[in-house]
């Protein structure tokens, strides 16, 4: 609460006029009332008795609230109020608005039959207001008498109709004539060149603060650095834009980051236009033209290299390197990221954070990487407070608490529906003691294993994308669909400790009697698991699957759908089927959770969380899940830019549209 009744006005009002004062040129002034105040160094007027203001209180039927009368009895009314309001009312001009603008009818007409108290309050607003405004640029500031608080204060509001927003609150009389004299400095701060420098105490004071801000940014006290540039950035103060841009961007706030005038800044571009463009590209749906709001100023150069990092960004080849021993870091965290381990590679970037270098002495903390398309992923408003609390640049401090992983152990949290509760099945295969890459070989559309070589792993694995970029990719350059194959796109990386795996979120329906585990193809010299679980269509009834195989070989497997449960092979104790079964029937997301951890125990592998749900992995296209057709099965083909005539497939089922088995 604003202690307004001990505020000293006078002091404050003194300030204000002396620096309006110096900041003029000649041209700005509205007339004679504005050279006699630039002369006297004093926006006000002479001060209101106790009897004067006790006659308007009379006039008013109301006691003015304690910061307004405080006021008066230092300046009965105030020229220029912030940069719209020409004159502030003193006891005679003051008076109740009673829906002089019209503005009650207006607000009114966009009440509907479900509007609260609140809003309906909000419209009465102009017929109850105490209006202070005289002369401005359509802008009211209005007293509202029904909003007082324990202190007798009334809210004050303003609106203009250029500003295109609801009327803005402000508690009290003295909080709008502070909002004011930050709203004169800002304006001031922001004039062109060829104005009068603004230089002032005030300014000196607030540009020491944004150098103290920068200092506790660097040694970690992240959050009393924001609170000093934000108050210097509430007077327009250069430069607080540019460095509490950076900590609100670490924090995950993309929207309205602009880093003001740094971005445009050699020094720093390296750094910042990146982050500033994957935020344009991610809202932007190719319209560019707004980028180059956020560029004001740059040079052509600048321009250029901030639509070459555009179209990288797009493309998904944007990579962010930087020198020295924290570059180190970069390279190593991105190779972890890039097979799933979001987790170590955040622990990378962190434990290599003091040794980071700033490219300026506005330079708060690295933050090209957020744009890479794989290490971007990595960034959360929790790992972002860790990383601001972090000492750098050189600065020491108490190094801060890590923040949580966003991995858990295991695979259970595939039982927990997601956000959109888009996943009803999914499907996913492991391969113990090989890399992803051969991974990728082994089950690959085709790549037979064995006849491979180590350029053939860049044709197989697409570059880390999400799985949705990498659907819409894969749809757009699909050529052939068939009603029959089923070719799943997977993402793949590393599964724990000894295992890789490949992953698939939205496979086609389960077929039982076309299916075919890819298991054995996947386990040539070690053990391979294919696991299938989701709910059939059209009941929606649960199903599962679980086959392993080691040295091309089928150890044991078992499947339950429609109600039925087959097995093959000596199954493990942990894994026998009859425990799942009968929460199948009752329950078919109990079932879920069980089996999964139950096969996490089994074989010490875990599937990446985060870098599936929301990370960018590589992905490719694996061999079909289903059988060849027999002879008779009746099944449809699509192959873009085929002329009229069907083709036959190789099993001589002719492929004359959609057909059933």
Sequence with gaps: MTETTAFDWRSFLLRWSQEWADSLSDDEMRGRDDEAAREARWLGFPPASEERIAAMEERLGRRMPPSYREFLKVTDGWRH?????????????????????????????????????????????????????????????????DEVDENGEWAVYTWASWRAAPPERLENFLEFMQAMYREFHSLRSHRGKEQPEFVNDTTRELDDLVDSARLEALRGNWERAVQQLDEARSYGRPRAVGLGDQIRRLLGQASGVSFDGLVTDPRYAAELLPSLVAEHAAH??????????????????????????????????????????????????????????????????????????????????????????????????????????????????????????????????????????NRTSYRFVLVEGVDPQELAERLADGHEHGHGNEDEHATVLESPMTLWEARRRSVRDQREFSSFDDKALVAVGRAGVGWSFAFDGQPAPFHQQRF????????????????????????????????????????YAFTYAD??????????????????????????????????????????????????????????????????????????????????????????????????R
């Design 81 to 145: 109020a912030g940069g719209f309001v020409w004159l502030l009312a003193g006891t005679e001009s003051v008076h109740w608005h009673e829906n002089e603008s019209g503005l009650a009818d207006l607000f009114e007409e966009y009440l509907d039959e479900d509007a609260d108290p609140e809003e309906r309050q909000e419209a009465e607003l102009w017929r109850r207001g105490l209006q202070l405004d005289v002369e401005s640029d359509a802008t009211y500031v209005l007293l509202d008498p």
């Design 284 to 421: 932007s749906y190719r319209d560019d033209s707004t980028l180059m709001f956020s560029l004001r100023g740059a040079d052509e150069a600048l321009v250029a290299q901030a639509y070459a990092t555009l179209e990288q960004v797009r493309a998904g080849t944007y990579r962010y390197t930087v020198t020295g021993p924290f570059g180190e870091a970069v390279e190593q965290a991105r190779e972890l990221a890039r097979w799933g381990d979001t987790d170590g590679a955040w622990w990378k970037l962190t434990a290599a954070l003091p040794l980071w270098e700033p490219l300026g002495p506005d330079h708060l903390a690295p933050l090209g990487w957020v744009a890479d398309p794989v290490l971007g992923p990595l960034l959360t408003p929790e790992r972002g407070r860790q990383l601001l609390s972090t000492p750098r640049a050189g600065h020491v401090g108490d190094p801060p608490s890590p923040a949580d992983g966003l991995d858990l152990s295991g695979m259970a949290w595939l039982a927990v529906p997601d956000p959109g509760n």
């Design 516 to 555: 075919i585990s890819p298991a054995e193809s996947a386990s040539s010299g070690t053990r391979a698991v294919v696991v299938w679980i989701g709910l059939r269509e059209p009941y929606r009834e649960p199903f599962f699957h679980l086959s392993v195989a080691r040295d091309g070989a089928e150890e």
């Design 563 to 660: 109600g039925e449960l087959r097995r093959r092979g000596e199954i493990p104790r942990l894994l026998e089927p009859t425990r799942f079964v009968g929460a199948a029937e009752v329950d078919g997301h109990g079932v879920e959770r069980s089996l999964l951890e139950a096969v996490a125990e089994e074989f010490g592998a875990s599937l990446p969380r985060h870098a599936i749900v929301n990370g960018r992995l590589h992905t490719f296209t694996t061999r079909s899940w289903t059988r060849p057709p027999k002879s008779g099965e009746t099944y449809g083909v699509i192959r873009l830019g085929w002329g009229d005539t069907p083709p036959v497939d190789e099993a001589g089922a002719r492929e004359d549209g959609p057909g059933t």
